[in-house]
C-alpha cells in the first residue's frame, strides 16, 4: 500500500518503544514516508499497553503505530547482523529511543549506522540527552513531568501532580520528527546526513521555560496552585449544575466582560485586579465569585453566556465524551480503522495539523506482530529457506 504524501520514498526504521521514539516514526509515516516498525519476536511491550483488542493489543499501540509495516527481529542475536546490514543500507532515517550509551551495544548508534551508509540520519530520543551524569539512565513521562518543574506548579495543597497524560513523551516526538526533516533538507542541500538528539527532560524544560525563566530571574519561589493561573484570573475549572466547566481570563478586556457578566463591575476598580499579574495573585477570591456564578447554571447555560461576553470557555470532558464531541468530529482528527480482533473499527486521531496542499493521512491500519517480515526480508535478498531459518532460529 503505497503512499502519495510529501515524504514518498523515504524510508525510517522505528526501532522505538513506548511513545517518543515510536510517535516521532508516526508522524513521518502519516506525510508518507515508509515506516518499518522493528519489534521483538512475540510483540514488544508496548503493544500490550491498554488493551483494546481480543488478543490484548492496546489502544497506545493503535493509535501510535498506524501506516507502519511490521518487522520481527530481536537486534542482540548473533544473526541480526545478517538482516540488519542489509537493511539499515535502504534507509533514510533510523529512529531509535535508548540512553546514548546502550545504542553502541546494539550497533545503533550513529557512528556504526554511517558506517552502513554514509548520508543515514539518525534520530535518539533518550530521557536525559547524549551527555552529563544522567545520560545512562532511563526515565519515562512522568520523570520528564517531575523534574521540568510542570508536577510541582500542577500540584494542590503542597502536593505535587502529574497527568496521566504523557505530553512529555510527545513534546519529545514533535521535535525529534521536526529536527528529522530539517536534517532531510539538510541532506538535500549538503548531500550529508546528521544525528538528531532529542530528550524528555529537554523537551519538558523547553515547553515549561517561562517558569524557569522567571524563577532563574526573580526567585519568585512559586507553590502548587492546582488548576488556577499565576498570573491571570479567574482562571481555574468551575463546577456547574451538571458537569464542569473552564474558564481562562487573560487581558484587560477579557477581564471587563467577565467583570460585567458575572455582576461585578465595582471589581473594574478594585486595585487587587488591576492586571493580569495581581489578578492573578488574588485568583483565589476571583475563583471563589465565579464557582458561585457556575453552579447556579447548566454547563450550556454558563458556557452560552460565557460564549455571549466573548470569554474562552469549554466543558471538561471525560475520554468518551471528548472523542465524541461535535467539534473534534467536525475537525476530521477521527479515522475509523480495521484492525484483526476489534468487534468494530478503532478510531485512531490523525496528524493535528492541516496541510492544503500536502496533508498527512491514515492509509494503512497498524500492523500485526511481524506482518510483514516475508515481504521486507525478501526484498533485501533473503530465500524463503534463509526466513524460514530465521524463524527457526528465533532471529524475528
Given at each position: 500500500m503505497a503512499s502519495e504524501g510529501v515524504l514518498a520514498g523515504i524510508r525510517v526504521l522505528d526501532f522505538g518503544r513506548y511513545v517518543a521514539g515510536p510517535y516521532?516514526?508516526?508522524?513521518?509515516?502519516?506525510?508518507?514516508?515508509d515506516v518499518i516498525r522493528i519489534e521483538r519476536r512475540g510483540g514488544s511491550e508496548d503493544r500490550w499497553l491498554t488493551p483494546v483488542t481480543a488478543d490484548g493489543e492496546g489502544a497506545l499501540f493503535l493509535q501510535i503505530n498506524r501506516n507502519k509495516r511490521s518487522l520481527t527481529l530481536d537486534p542482540r542475536h548473533e544473526r541480526a547482523r545478517d538482516v540488519l546490514d542489509r537493511l539499515i543500507p535502504t534507509a533514510d532515517v533510523v529512529v531509535t529511543n535508548l540512553p546514548v550509551p546502550a545504542l553502541a551495544g546494539?550497533?545503533?548508534?550513529?557512528?556504526?549506522?554511517?558506517?552502513?551508509?554514509?548520508?543515514?540520519?539518525?534520530?535518539?530520543?533518550?530521557?536525559?540527552?547524549?551527555?552529563?551524569?544522567?545520560?545512562?539512565?532511563?526515565?519515562f513521562d512522568s520523570v520528564g513531568q517531575a523534574m521540568s518543574g510542570s508536577a510541582w506548579l500542577a500540584g494542590k495543597d503542597g502536593e505535587p501532580r502529574r497527568t496521566p497524560i504523557t505530553w512529555v513523551d510527545h513534546a519529545a516526538a514533535l521535535h525529534a520528527a521536526i529536527g528529522v526533516l530539517m536534517a532531510i533538507i539538510a541532506r538535500g542541500q549538503t548531500g550529508r546526513g546528521q544525528e538528531v538528539q532529542a530528550s524528555l527532560l529537554g523537551s519538558a524544560l523547553a515547553?515549561?521555560?517561562?517558569?524557569?525563566?522567571?524563577?532563574?530571574?526573580?526567585?519568585?519561589?512559586?507553590?502548587?496552585i492546582g488548576n488556577r493561573s499565576f498570573v491571570n484570573g479567574p482562571t481555574d475549572s468551575f463546577r456547574t449544575r451538571d458537569g464542569w466547566i473552564v474558564t481562562q481570563v487573560v487581558g484587560d478586556s477579557l477581564f471587563r466582560r467577565w467583570a460585567r457578566m458575572i455582576g461585578e463591575p465595582a471589581w473594574l476598580e478594585d486595585p487587587d485586579?488591576?492586571?493580569?499579574?495581581?489578578?492573578?495573585?488574588?485568583?483565589?477570591?476571583?475563583?471563589?465569585?465565579?464557582?458561585?456564578?457556575?453552579?447556579?447554571?447548566?454547563?450550556?447555560?454558563?458556557?452560552?453566556?460565557?460564549?455571549?461576553?466573548?470569554?474562552?470557555?469549554?466543558?471538561?470532558?471525560?475520554?468518551?465524551?471528548?472523542?465524541?464531541?461535535?467539534?473534534?468530529?467536525?475537525?476530521?482528527?477521527?479515522?475509523?480503522?480495521?484492525?484483526?480482533?476489534l468487534d468494530g473499527l478503532a478510531?485512531?486521531?490523525?496528524?493535528?495539523?492541516?496541510?492544503?496542499?500536502?496533508?498527512?493521512?491514515?492509509?494503512?491500519p497498524p500492523p500485526t506482530?511481524?506482518?510483514?517480515?516475508?515481504?521486507?526480508?525478501s526484498a533485501l535478498g533473503f530465500d524463503a529457506g534463509d526466513i524460514a531459518g530465521f524463524d527457526r532460529d528465533g532471529v524475528i
Amino acid at each position: 500500500m503505497a503512499s502519495e504524501g510529501v515524504l514518498a520514498g523515504i524510508r525510517v526504521l522505528d526501532f522505538g518503544r513506548y511513545v517518543a521514539g515510536p510517535y516521532c516514526a508516526t508522524i513521518l509515516a502519516d506525510f508518507g514516508a515508509d515506516v518499518i516498525r522493528i519489534e521483538r519476536r512475540g510483540g514488544s511491550e508496548d503493544r500490550w499497553l491498554t488493551p483494546v483488542t481480543a488478543d490484548g493489543e492496546g489502544a497506545l499501540f493503535l493509535q501510535i503505530n498506524r501506516n507502519k509495516r511490521s518487522l520481527t527481529l530481536d537486534p542482540r542475536h548473533e544473526r541480526a547482523r545478517d538482516v540488519l546490514d542489509r537493511l539499515i543500507p535502504t534507509a533514510d532515517v533510523v529512529v531509535t529511543n535508548l540512553p546514548v550509551p546502550a545504542l553502541a551495544g546494539l550497533g545503533l548508534d550513529y557512528a556504526s549506522l554511517r558506517a552502513l551508509r554514509e548520508d543515514i540520519i539518525h534520530a535518539n530520543v533518550s530521557s536525559f540527552g547524549p551527555a552529563g551524569p544522567w545520560a545512562e539512565r532511563g526515565g519515562f513521562d512522568s520523570v520528564g513531568q517531575a523534574m521540568s518543574g510542570s508536577a510541582w506548579l500542577a500540584g494542590k495543597d503542597g502536593e505535587p501532580r502529574r497527568t496521566p497524560i504523557t505530553w512529555v513523551d510527545h513534546a519529545a516526538a514533535l521535535h525529534a520528527a521536526i529536527g528529522v526533516l530539517m536534517a532531510i533538507i539538510a541532506r538535500g542541500q549538503t548531500g550529508r546526513g546528521q544525528e538528531v538528539q532529542a530528550s524528555l527532560l529537554g523537551s519538558a524544560l523547553a515547553i515549561g521555560s517561562t517558569y524557569l525563566v522567571e524563577e532563574a530571574m526573580t526567585g519568585i519561589g512559586r507553590t502548587p496552585i492546582g488548576n488556577r493561573s499565576f498570573v491571570n484570573g479567574p482562571t481555574d475549572s468551575f463546577r456547574t449544575r451538571d458537569g464542569w466547566i473552564v474558564t481562562q481570563v487573560v487581558g484587560d478586556s477579557l477581564f471587563r466582560r467577565w467583570a460585567r457578566m458575572i455582576g461585578e463591575p465595582a471589581w473594574l476598580e478594585d486595585p487587587d485586579f488591576a492586571t493580569d499579574d495581581l489578578r492573578g495573585i488574588n485568583g483565589a477570591r476571583l475563583s471563589e465569585r465565579m464557582a458561585a456564578w457556575c453552579i447556579e447554571q447548566t454547563n450550556d447555560e454558563a458556557l452560552d453566556a460565557l460564549r455571549a461576553a466573548g470569554i474562552p470557555s469549554g466543558p471538561i470532558l471525560s475520554p468518551r465524551e471528548a472523542i465524541a464531541h461535535e467539534q473534534v468530529q467536525s475537525m476530521g482528527l477521527v479515522t475509523p480503522t480495521p484492525y484483526p480482533g476489534l468487534d468494530g473499527l478503532a478510531p485512531l486521531l490523525g496528524y493535528p495539523a492541516s496541510l492544503g496542499a500536502t496533508p498527512a493521512s491514515i492509509h494503512r491500519p497498524p500492523p500485526t506482530v511481524g506482518e510483514h517480515n516475508q515481504e521486507i526480508l525478501s526484498a533485501l535478498g533473503f530465500d524463503a529457506g534463509d526466513i524460514a531459518g530465521f524463524d527457526r532460529d528465533g532471529v524475528i
